[in-house]
């Protein structure tokens, strides 16, 4: 029906129709797949939720005498300095170290890079290699995020196809990174849009592929790679929807342009720090197939839930959800009501994707063709073996 290069066309002179996933779900609805796929140019989709698996390249920029840092704080908080002479990488959910001898867990690195987003100071201590070509032991100053050279968000695992239900059949409080589990089955927790969720509007990734531009945490971004622990081979439905964790990808891009209303630090209590985003993926439509994947419901999507009470890599399950029955509130386990939350904001997550239909409207950002697939033939290989030492 379309091509990228038609669509960026409309898009360049403020033509193209864009809605968002949740309005094309209405509009098929009313007039179905076929004339909705006529009307409409773009989808875009949203999230924002918990991805600790998200990180910072910062370079400083060299010092004089200069530095080969080997260990550096930001804001006490430790980032990896293993390549190049001032390059560091910021985890997001890396820890403070201490605090005048004191751990403090509450504060971690998606701290720092929401605080430096925001135009914030940040304290540099470091500790260098002492050679001939950096003779510098020791370095302190304080950063902005205009007064180094490259701040830029790579993050190695983004945008979960589909994730999991957490409860807790044990007899104490478990502290999980879906937040507290109360025991005897007293809450269950989710963290994933459903029918908003970027991947799962396109399943098969016929659309997204390497190289196509997103909105990430208020600014450009980039799906640089497959995410790790992609696991495209999941188990799915007939609507080719994955049962649970199925797809991931890899994200790049400029945290300089990055507005801090949609990234957040955040800490979960006695598991650690981690950082809240928000990610949109825009959907080109270049055929009705691509509307037919759109249409997908709530009621049409489900997750696995996982009784985190067994400390093991493979837990037990409780069957499969729906995600309209997660988003009602309650759910019901072994015939117990069981009240439910999300970790991901349906609330932010819906401003996504109305921002990036905004961006779109008004021509300030135009679509991608990807320059490579994302595989879908990956196995998940765990370590099972066993070394004693």
Known sequence: ????????????????????????????GEVGVNKAAKEVDVVTTGTFEPMESSGAIINLGHTDPPIKIRRCWLDGVPAYSGFGA?????????????????????RGGGHVIEDLIAGK??????????????????????????????????NP?????????????????????????????????????????????????????????????????????????????????????PIGPSATLALIGDAKQMDARWIRGCYFKSYGPS???????????????VIERCAVQDKDLVAPIVDFSIPRRVRPTFGLVSYAQLKSGRITIEGRTVRV???ASLFLSRKVAQELKQWIKEGIFTLTEPVAPIPMERSFLPQDRWTEF
């Not at 001032?86 to 509450?106: H, W």
């Open 157 to 241: 695992r983004n945008l979960y196809q589909n994730f999991i239900v957490g409860v807790n059949g044990g007899d104490r409080p478990l502290h999980t990174y879906l937040g507290p589990l109360q025991p005897r089955l007293g809450n269950a927790v989710y963290s994933n849009p459903g029918s908003l969720s970027p991947l799962l509007n396109d399943p098969d990734l016929q659309i997204v592929g390497i190289g196509t531009k997103i909105f990430l945490a208020g600014g450009i971004g980039y799906v640089a790679w497959e995410g790790t622990q992609h696991f495209p081979l999941q188990k799915r439905l007939e609507n080719r929807t």
């Open 341 to 343: 939350a999300s970790l």
């Open 86 to 106: 001032v390059d560091l990488y910021l985890g997001a959910s890396c820890p403070v170290d201490t605090i005048d001898g004191e751990e403090v867990r509450e």
């Open 275 to 289: 950082l809240m985003m928000g990610v949109g993926v825009p959907l080109p439509v270049l055929n009705v197939e």
């Open 1 to 28: 029906m379309r091509t990228i290069a038609e669509i960026n066309e409309k898009i360049s002179q403020k033509r193209a129709i864009v809605w968002t996933a949740e309005e094309l779900k209405a509009r098929v």
């Open 121 to 154: 100071s940040i304290q540099v201590r470091a500790i260098g290699q002492v050679t001939d070509c950096y003779p510098r032991a020791t370095f302190e100053t304080t950063i902005t995020r205009d007064t180094i050279n490259q701040f830029y968000l790579f």
